[in-house]
């Protein structure tokens, strides 16, 4: 029996280093997973191939997956459509192999209601215990810029709420370490491995 | 402002190992908790120290514990009580510390009711996969071993389902490695930081 694959989904404000942190969970040697590929509308560029850098659509085709709930999130940007195919997701997860989709806070939020099983991790600013005498330093003449700061602060942090885990991004190895302890941590998970020795009980 | 602490329960089937699992834990110079201190009733033997084998106690001192519900859980064993003193535990949860708490079985279930938020690791025998092997092996004239073999197993493993996560002790380092780390990325669950970035951010 194939135990069914994990969906872990990795967000957190921008520029926190997302990309760079799933660049360096997929070059390491131990992981064991694939990586979500991201459909569009927008041109192929030269190099890319379809079905591995993007799936290309037709904006028709796009829109045809929206209607018919075939996409766990989408976005549009600059004039193009962005978004992850559910039948891909499903697929993978089905064959027990886990599924790592980096995107951002908005898609991640949408990704959480249609997969609420999926594990979501919130990579928060290595900096924050740093801002307040950042923010300080700066002097009250600037105020309508430490007032934005404080309140894109509070925004980003208050959307934690909506994740399981949060790691903070002090430095890429740590971060990187952190999210492959909780990937096997959550293998552990009694609920993913019952089933397994209960079979394994049956055919004795 | 001191995150609470958390309450870790390894156990397991008997023979499981759990011992053995604890102490090395415990040994790694890596780990950052208290191990629970039990409270018993039977005699001090030459060398044990009151506070830090055991708290010794009377039988009506314990008597009166279990009616106030002073403890966490408690087992009568050859004419002696042994238990976890509730008190001690949650002292050392409040001072921000993490208690770990190695039990049998009957035990963890009673901790279960009493702190469901704490994090069970149920143990599981390295030996699962041999087992239908070992019971063949054995031939049909001992259908009575075989029948109490395999009820024995169904039995321990449907204990599994009261517990948050399963580790295979195939051996004692890959366990240990694997509870650390299920407890490190327990104390990456947003649930448990969320206040400490808002205070982070309120104190901005």
Redesign the interface.
Known sequence: MTERGLLIVLSGPSGVGKGTVRQAIFESDDNDFDYSISMTTRKKRVGERDGIDYFFSTKEEFEALIESGGLLEYAEYVGNYYGTPLGYVEKTLQSGKDVFLEIEVQGALQVREKMPEGIFI?L?PPD??E??SR?IGRGTDEMAIIEQR?AK??EE?DL??Y?????ENDKVENAVR?IK??I???H???SR??QR??K??E??
Chains 1, 2 share one sequence.
């Open positions: 919130f928060t924050l215990k801002l307040k923010i404080m602060a509070i942090i934690m709420r994740y399981d885990y949060a790691v952190k302890q909780i096997e941590s959550e552990l998970k009694v491995v019952i020795y209960k394994m009980i055919e004795l």
